[in-house]
């Protein structure tokens, strides 16, 4: 449901969950609401019995205040980064303004995995001189009426982003343009929205890896100072790309130091055909007191984990015998 708000926009503090029953009626009245998918995001599709002139929006950012004596909207084409148009919104020449008059576009959409959205805008003015600086006006934008980035100085702002936190339901993303000042103004303040984007959280990828604990049996009364492993990657990863100082085994971080195979970054030192079966292994190690100290009489499957380039993530495990210990060697 996308509309246009003329009228006092002064926002309340609110909060997030706050507009959970508009969320509600957005899916009932305005189908085009879908999982992190932001409709027409660059003002380009018009129906086809809608000839693109300046007067006319899209579906997706239809207006519905058709009576606007303060404001003008419009899809123009006399600037834009991406495709023919963009979206403008501006006050109309000598009208008496109130500070909080403003004017704002609005669509629903679920914005379930969505860290960010980003966007170009321009501010400019047109007056006499027929060029002129943005001025008594503010640009925003703003999510379930949380004004999340604002802007009052005329200029190209291009790629622009701001963070979202964890949403998990329909929220309406809001374009405005509101009077910071009161008066009559005997300049258009332009205010021109394009290439509006959500970004989504990269999902993360797990492999699986073969891992070799070092040694295979662990004496708990033992006073040595490692726990060493091998990680070895599957056909399609390098172990180069291991970044050392995020492997673990059991939660227990790899030891990273001055020496050459304790460096986070793969070297010779710590890269080597361990089981000679001619495919590399990354070689880390960890504190053998930390490590013993999570571990019990028996055997155990304990789990190394690490990360990789591309939001993956190396998952393997490896089954050792654990003895000694307060009930002895057996």
Not at 200 to 229: H, M, R, Y
Not at 279 to 285: P, Y
Request: charged letters at 15%.
């Amino acid at each position: 449901m996308t509309h246009v708000y003329t009228g006092n926009c002064s926002s309340p503090a609110g909060n997030w969950p706050y507009v959970r029953y508009l969320a509600v009626a957005a899916l009932l009245l305005w189908p085009a609401v879908s999982a992190a998918d932001l409709v027409n995001p660059s003002f380009e599709q018009f129906p086809k019995s809608v000839i693109p002139y300046p007067d006319s929006f899209p579906p997706s950012w239809r207006l519905t205040n058709t009576d606007n004596t303060l404001f003008g909207s419009q899809v123009v084409c006399t600037w834009k980064t991406d495709g023919l148009r963009c979206a403008g919104l501006y006050n109309r020449f000598g009208r008496s303004f109130t500070v909080g008059n403003c004017q704002s576009i609005q669509q629903y959409t679920d914005l379930t995995g969505i860290t960010a959205i980003a966007f170009d805008i321009r501010l400019c003015a047109i007056g006499s001189p027929i060029y002129t600086k943005f001025d008594n006006f503010e640009a925003a934008l703003l999510v379930n009426d949380i004004p999340l980035w604002t802007q009052t100085v005329d200029g190209t702002y291009l790629n622009q982003q701001v963070d979202l936190p964890p949403l998990s339901a329909p929220y309406h993303i809001e374009l405005r343009l509101m009077a910071k000042t009161a008066g009559q103004f005997y300049v258009a303040n332009w205010v021109q929205w394009d290439n509006m984007r959500l970004i989504k959280e990269p999902e993360e990828k797990f492999i699986d890896a073969i891992v070799d604990v070092d040694p295979n049996t662990v004496n708990l009364n033992s006073q040595g100072a490692w726990i060493t492993c091998y990680i070895e990657l599957p056909a399609g990863y390098n172990v180069n790309d291991i970044d050392g100082q995020t492997v673990t085994l059991e939660n227990i971080k790899a030891y990273m130091g001055q020496q050459d195979w304790a460096c986070p970054q793969a070297n010779t030192a710590n890269t080597t055909d361990h089981d000679g079966d001619g495919v590399l292994e990354r070689m880390v190690k960890f504190d053998r007191s930390a490590v013993q100290a999570g571990l019990h009489r028996g055997t155990a499957t304990v789990t190394v984990m690490g990360k990789l380039p591309n939001h993956t993530t190396l998952h393997g495990t490896d089954l050792i015998k654990v003895i000694g210990g307060a009930g002895g060697q057996n």
